[in-house]
């Protein structure tokens, strides 16, 4: 039987796609895709691994980019299995959680900020007005 290639979930598809090491249209392409499914092959072939792509990403998906792809899943789980593409999907990509969790950073930055007493005593006392926008994360 054909090993498991180790991408039996979303957390892991999304884990791999952020250490995988692509770079140009083939990161592109594994920013956008979702994943939808794995199913196990059989003794002669190997599984497949069905990612969903938004049909606005379809210029993503080359010959090439898919070989870079299959190329990188090789290197980590020592066989390229199958690739099938959906349209839709119940996860989100890894280019989608990026920017979720960039908007959760900027909203627990600001309400920090907002809620801070020496900041409200400046807002209540002198008129401070906060310039929109200009609030940031700290990044370590």
């Known amino acids: 039987m054909p090993a498991d290639i180790g991408i039996t979930d979303a957390e892991t598809w999304l884990h791999f796609a952020g250490t995988c090491g692509l770079k140009g249209v083939g990161k592109q392409l594994v920013d956008n895709v979702a ?14 691994l069905t990612l969903a792509l938004d049909s606005g990403f379809d ?6 980019t898919l070989g870079e792809l299959r190329d990188a899943i090789a290197s980590r ?8 593409f959906a349209t839709a999907a119940e ?15 900027q909203n627990v930055a600001e309400e920090t900020f907002m809620n801070h ?6 807002m209540q006392q002198h008129g401070a007005r906060l310039v929109p926008d200009s609030i940031r994360p ?3």
Do not use: M
């Open 35 to 48: 994943f939808a499914g794995y199913a196990n092959g059989t003794l002669t072939a190997h599984g497949t």
């Open 59 to 64: 210029y993503l998906r080359s010959e090439r």
């Open 77 to 84: 789980y020592g066989v390229a299995p199958r690739l099938a």
């Open 91 to 105: 996860g989100e990509t890894l280019k989608q959680r990026s920017h979720r969790q960039r908007d959760e950073q």
């Open 117 to 122: 007493p020496d900041v409200r005593q400046l």
């Open 138 to 140: 700290y990044e370590e």
